[in-house]
């Protein structure tokens, strides 16, 4: 028969602990649409896991079920206008904003009718005591541009954090991105919600993602992150957290 073996590339360190102890930063990323198996697994090994999203608002019933803290996304702005009952409903405390709106094959949302939506829709979330994490920009040559855009459109915004993303191979780069965002945009505080080595060296993923996780760890300003993805390998990638083992 064939077994679903979970395999952290980071193995002790990202999910496995044997004291158990939860890490209040580390979360995944973690797609409804993927095997209900692999995230109840995750909750009933040896995680550290504290939080995880699935870059929608409501979760999948699975995934409110499995015991981990599920953290809402208004991806883009559609269905933006269910963004309050959503969070009141699931009695939420922080929320991620648009994904990647600078991309065209993302949420692709002009800065300033970004910046229109939020005071409509998001501002007033604040009353709630809900955390709002700003728009997640891509790491490209068009993610800082527009989040200086929007903010500019939107100086009347409460941005408690910024959500980044980061693809590309070794630290330097992606410690270089993570304190321009943070020093650029009022050193606030920074999640990185999508994160990943994309080389094609298993050997090579893993050093980066032990000593990128230690990092982040002893940073005050990163309040959490998350590495893309929890999926199982495709496409060659080296950055998946599962694999299939075949066993008799």
């Known amino acids: ?39 109840q697994n995750l909750n009933q090994t040896k995680s550290e896991i504290s939080w995880q ?19 809402p996304m208004q991806w883009g702005a559609g269905g933006i206008e269910n963004l309050s009952n959503a969070m009141a409903s699931q009695q939420s405390k922080h929320l991620l904003a648009f994904n990647e709106p600078d991309f065209d094959q ?5 800065p300033n009718f970004a910046a229109q939506l939020w005071m409509q829709y998001i501002e007033p979330l604040k009353s709630s005591g809900i955390k709002l994490g700003g728009p997640a920009v891509s790491s490209g040559a068009t993610g800082v541009p527009w989040l ?32 321009q965002v ?43 992150y998350a590495w893309f993805g929890y999926f199982r390998p495709e496409n060659g990638s080296a950055y998946s957290k599962f694999d299939l083992t075949s066993s008799s």
Request: proline content about 4%; overall charge negative; hydrophobic content about 40%.
């Open 1 to 39: 028969m064939v077994l679903l073996v979970p395999l952290s590339l980071c193995l002790s360190l990202l999910f496995a602990s044997a004291s158990f102890a939860k890490n209040a930063k580390r979360g995944v990323s973690f797609p409804s649409s993927n095997n209900q198996a692999d995230i």
């Open 53 to 71: 999203y699935d870059w929608g608002i409501y979760p999948a019933p699975f995934l409110a079920e499995s015991g981990i803290e599920y953290v």
């Open 106 to 110: 993302q949420s692709n949302i002009d």
């Open 148 to 179: 200086q855009a929007f903010f500019s459109a939107c100086s009347n915004c409460t941005i408690d954090f910024i959500p980044i993303h980061w693809y590309g191979v070794g630290v330097e780069g992606f410690y270089d991105y993570m304190w």
């Open 182 to 224: 943070h020093s650029q945009f009022g050193n606030r505080t920074v999640w990185v919600t999508e994160y990943a080595d994309t080389s094609l060296n298993e050997t090579d993923v893993e050093s980066f993602l032990n000593q990128t996780t230690t990092y982040m760890d002893g940073l005050d300003w990163v309040e959490r």
